[in-house]
């Protein structure tokens, strides 16, 4: 198992079969940066066109299609003190006659302190002032190569993950990719200070970020969507539009989860989410919606 200390000198705007930028092995860890969504680096000086611009691709070496890749994110730490957001909920989250009263979009600072765990509005006047979040650092974009060679946009999400925008893609969850790709091909960027839910206004505090992640690999296992799990949950990622296309992806791959890996029957499991399942947003704001299907691991401990 190695540590890889990576600097990119090149970003994409797609998640596609690219040239690799550095093959690891199973079980390594890597060390590197993100730019901003727009394209900034730490210094906030522009490195590359903005668009969510994507570190990598790596390639994993043995990820076969068919295979799942099991992403660890171990560290996501801001690199700079100020980030940027907008300041306007899109026209699409508020009822269509209120859609005029919207101000003008613009963008807003927003002070990051690492040290402290705190982002603040900066130069802001009025109750905003006042306001300071904890610093909840997530990658809103990352994934692996798409099915059949495609290189799709970073604006959009699907199956091999990408503009995902869920704040619990954050330090100590793992995630789990289907591998369409040899090598499987993982990019990520996208890096937020913080972030709500839904990522209503389209961005969340963007920043460029220090990111470590570990890899592995279990063969052989095939998943359709995206899944993860934190100290609490287990969870199903569903990307789509309309919103309840995006629940139902989630909803069947936790199905088939927990069918697969924990014994369940479909009914079983139906009965289970029926009662136990949350629900989490991640974004309703880019071209696919995202949407979370969750099952507490205390519930589940509770049926072995």
């Known amino acids: 198992m190695t540590t890889h200390h990576f ?23 890597v060390v590197t940066t993100t730019v901003d969504a727009g394209g900034q680096d730490a210094n906030e000086a522009q490195a590359t066109p903005g668009g969510n611009p994507q570190t990598g691709p790596f390639f994993i070496e043995g990820a ?6 099991v992403v660890k994110i171990e560290r996501i730490t801001p690199n700079r003190p100020r980030g940027y957001a907008t300041n306007v909920v899109s ?11 919207l101000p003008p979009r613009r963008t807003v600072f927003w002070s990051v302190d690492v040290e402290r765990g705190i982002v603040a ?35 959009t999400s699907a199956e091999h993950g990408g503009n995902m925008d869920y704040r619990a893609f954050a330090a100590g969850t793992t995630v789990y990719f289907p591998v369409f790709a040899p090598g499987a091909l993982f990019h990520l960027g996208d890096g937020h200070a913080t972030q709500g839910d839904g990522e209503i206004v389209g961005t969340g505090v963007e920043i460029s970020c220090e990111v470590q992640f570990s890899v592995d690999l279990r063969k052989g296992k095939t998943i359709g969507w995206p899944r993860g799990e934190t100290s609490d949950y287990i969870f199903t990622v569903g990307n789509a539009r309309p919103l309840d296309q995006a629940l139902q992806h989630a909803t069947t791959e936790m199905i088939r989860w927990l069918c697969s890996d924990y014994g369940f029957d479909v009914e079983t499991a139906s009965s289970l989410l029926g009662q136990a399942v949350e629900y989490d947003v991640g974004n ?21």
């Open 64 to 69: 076969e299609p068919g295979d799942t890749l």
């Open 7 to 29: 600097q990119p000198e090149r970003y994409h705007t797609t998640i596609g079969w690219h040239e690799p930028v550095l093959r690891i092995a199973p079980g390594d860890t």
């Open 121 to 155: 509005a900066q130069d802001a006047d009025g109750p905003l002032a006042k306001v300071q979040l904890p610093l909840a650092p997530m990658l809103g974009c990352f994934g692996v190569g798409p099915i059949g060679g495609q290189a799709i946009s970073t604006a």
């Open 284 to 304: 309703v704001f880019d071209p696919a919606y995202t949407m979370v299907c969750k099952v507490s691991k205390r519930v589940l401990a509770a049926l072995s």
């Open 91 to 101: 026209a699409n989250v508020v009822d269509p006659e209120f859609v005029r009263e």
